[in-house]
């Protein structure tokens, strides 16, 4: 199923019938300048359960050492400026 997604103008336009749609269990994306900023869900809608140990056995000890290690500090400072592509990608 394909989420709908409007403009601001249009959401704004139609929010009567976005909002029957989504008493009819639609989603409906609300973008602005093209960037999806909202979402309209119907007020049921269940959020998405969380499974807890699903990979629980299947690592290895290496990858779940891997995984636990602390960061260093030039890949902490790149996740803080936000820029974790290497330079030659970026």
Not at 3 to 14: G, V
Not at 26 to 49: F, M, R
Not at 52 to 60: A, P, Y
Not at 62 to 78: F, K, V, W
């Amino acid at each position: 199923m394909k989420i709908k997604q409007l403009n601001l103008a249009e959401a704004k336009a139609k929010l009567s019938h976005l909002v029957d749609q989504a008493a009819r269990g639609k989603t409906v994306i609300i973008a602005k300048a093209g960037l999806p900023v909202a979402k309209l869900v119907p007020i049921n809608a269940e959020p998405k359960k969380i499974k807890f140990g699903v990979l629980e056995g299947k690592l290895s000890k290496d990858a779940i050492a891997a995984l636990e290690a602390p960061l260093d500090q030039e890949t902490i400072n790149l996740m803080n400026t936000g820029s974790l592509l290497a330079p030659e990608l970026a």
